[in-house]
């Protein structure tokens, strides 16, 4: 009888074992680490740039409106598509620098922009939050992007773990007149 109890004990401890040791894994692997290198060292890089995409309502595509900026140690690009297939409407560029850009890094880096998820079945932001917004951050170097995470005006399911109003506020103060520029549009 002893024999049949300490039998299912140890089938207990190991199931039990078991399955810490997968909640374990799940969770170590759903989330980023912030790249080894702080980015604002790569001010100095003219490969390295970071973006935030606003992706507007779920809407007809005449009303759909996407706002992209785009920084890097040079230049602050602004754009504005209209649609789902992403059709250019407007663009500007506004000049930056490479002290800028360091300071800009710095920032985000102090508003947790390398701080997310990476969970494989929550890669794309599409359809979550329809009557808002969707944000969209990326981290890029030479071409290659080293992090790439999303969130919405709508909360709840995101992969973004930075302060998304701080982040949005300062990618909005590298557009001059950003206010004006997004005047009229759905987003």
Known sequence: MYRSQFRFLVGVVLVVAVLVIALLLVFRSGSSKPPTTPMASYANNPTAQVSMLIDGPVNAPSLHNQVQVVINNTSTTFNVFQGYDSELKANRTFPMS????????????Y??????????????ASGYCP???????????????????????????????????????????????YGSLIGGLNI
């Open 98 to 109: 490479e002290a800028a850009f360091h300071v800009f890094l710095r920032s985000l880096e």
């Open 111 to 124: 508003a947790n922009y390398n701080s997310g998820s990476n969970n494989p079945a929550l890669s794309q």
């Open 131 to 177: 009557t808002g917004d969707r944000y969209i951050f990326s981290f890029s170097v030479n071409g290659v992007q080293k992090q790439r995470y999303w969130a919405t005006s709508c909360g709840g399911t995101q992969t973004y773990g930075g302060n998304l109003n701080l982040t949005i506020q300062l990618f909005q103060a590298q557009v001059p007149n």
